[in-house]
């Protein structure tokens, strides 16, 4: 039994004089800052660079953590947990941070580089307005039996049967007025 006891007392102490070093930080004490950074540096890197896997970033973040520890010290309560553990659980929750706004920021890129096919609305209704403008002109050039037979057909929605008997005249003519009557529309809209 002293023997378990002679082993958590090294660990015991380390954490009692970190808690100590954490509270001359919090008075602004920077050689006891200076003691702590020497302690704990390297825990708090390594715990940085395993979550951010990034060397560089698990530097920049490990040094946010480790002015975070100076300018919050007084926060420090040593009746909730060990100092290293305070220190280490920053580490964490900022390293976390990073990745959530690492991953953010990649979302938002996609987001932006994903280009809407682009609608002008206003000249969709211009094209679509000279295209009626156009065709009103060219069935105008129709003649009257043409342009009768062709609207009831097309914009009547009406068969050719239909159109025959609405106008009393054979199927066969009929279908030729239309023919023609397109023949004459396509040359003047300028369609193949």
């Known amino acids: 039994m002293c023997a378990a006891?002679?082993?958590?007392?090294?660990?015991?102490r380390a954490d009692a004089d970190l808690?100590?070093?954490l509270t001359h930080v919090a008075k602004g004490d920077q050689a006891a800052f200076e003691a702590l950074y020497d302690q704990l540096g390297a825990s708090v890197y390594g715990l940085v660079r395993r979550v951010l896997r990034n060397p560089s970033q698990a530097e920049e973040v490990a040094q946010e953590v480790l002015?975070?520890?100076w300018r919050a010290a007084s926060r420090f309560d040593p009746a909730r947990g060990s100092a290293a553990t305070w220190v280490l659980t920053i580490a964490h929750r900022r390293a976390i941070d990073r990745v959530r706004a690492e991953e953010a920021a990649t979302a938002r890129e996609q987001r932006?580089?994903?280009?809407?096919?682009?609608?002008?609305?206003v000249a969709e209704t211009v094209e679509a307005t000279m295209?009626?403008?156009r065709l009103r002109r060219c069935l105008a050039g129709l003649t009257e039996?043409?342009?009768e037979s062709i609207t009831l057909a097309y914009y009547g929605g009406y068969s050719y049967a239909q159109v025959a008997a609405l106008l009393d005249?054979?199927?066969g003519t009929i279908k030729t007025?239309?023919?023609d009557g397109l023949t004459r529309l396509r040359a003047c809209l300028g369609v193949s």
Not at 5 to 12: G, I, M, N, T
Not at 112 to 121: G, I, K, S
């Open 177 to 179: 007025r239309i023919r």
């Open 112 to 121: 932006t580089a994903e280009v809407p096919a682009a609608t002008d609305e």
């Open 67 to 69: 002015l975070e520890v």
């Open 5 to 12: 006891r002679s082993e958590q007392e090294p660990a015991e």
């Open 19 to 21: 808690d100590t070093l």
């Open 131 to 133: 295209d009626a403008e």
């Open 169 to 171: 005249t054979a199927l």
């Open 145 to 147: 039996l043409q342009r």
